[in-house]
């Protein structure tokens, strides 16, 4: 069986694991077990279970950013965010693309669930949960708010603070766990008075009609 082959199913088998008992309480023997392989043959591809923590983290941001890329959402601070910065009908678009991913994709939902469950016995998983669901969101939202101000779409003000007013009520959604038809109308509505309120100009399309609501 080819090296990749054995690794893929490691890391899969590990996902499950820690999706349904925490990382704290799954051991190496557990995850050898799962896969059908011994301890000893398990170590020739991981050195311990940190390392297949990481590559479970690892394997689920490189499939996001596969989907995002595909729907023109930003995956990183980094990255361009003029797409951001068109008719609000594209905006709106992509920023619900990027909240349906966290909030429905079975996979997301499960890291999110591991994450915050083993965030308070494993300083790794703390780390981690603040960089998937807070930090880098926040990030991203700040550099298209920034952008929104240079191109001048948006009223200059303090980029940070308005990606903290955006994304806090959005999260609160995610560690509720409410599901997505429940939680698109309300980031959709919140999304159009957002832009109604920052927006310099009267807004147009469904921007003014969240604003309206």
Do not use: C
């Not at 590990?14 to 999706?19: D, K, N, S, V, Y």
């Not at 991981?46 to 959402?73: H, M, S, W, Y």
């Not at 790794?124 to 669901?133: D, Y």
């Amino acid at each position: 069986m080819r090296e990749g082959n054995t690794k893929a199913r490691i890391v899969e088998a590990a996902f499950g694991l820690f999706a349904e008992q925490g990382y704290h309480a799954v051991s190496v023997r557990d995850i050898a077990a799962a896969v059908g392989i011994k301890d000893a043959s398990l170590y020739n591809h991981f050195p311990g279970k940190q390392a297949i923590f990481d590559a479970v983290l690892a394997a689920q941001l490189e499939r996001t950013r596969a989907v995002f890329a595909e729907q023109g959402v930003m995956t990183a601070p980094v990255e361009d965010p003029v797409g951001y910065a068109g008719a609000f009908e594209e905006t709106e678009r992509r920023v619900l693309a990027g909240f349906r991913h966290f909030f429905a994709d079975g996979d997301m939902v499960r890291l999110r669930r591991l994450l915050a469950a083993s965030r308070y016995a494993d300083a790794h998983a703390a780390e981690a949960f603040r960089f998937v669901f807070v930090e880098q969101p926040l990030a991203i939202q700040r550099a298209v708010f920034e952008h929104l101000m240079a191109v001048g779409q948006f009223a200059l003000d303090d980029a940070r603070a308005l990606a903290r007013e955006f994304y806090g009520p959005v999260f609160l959604l995610l560690l509720s766990d409410v599901p997505w038809e429940d939680a698109e109308p309300f980031i959709r509505d919140h999304l159009g008075r957002f832009f109604s309120a920052h927006a310099i100009g009267a807004p147009v399309g469904a921007a003014a009609e969240g604003g309206a609501r």
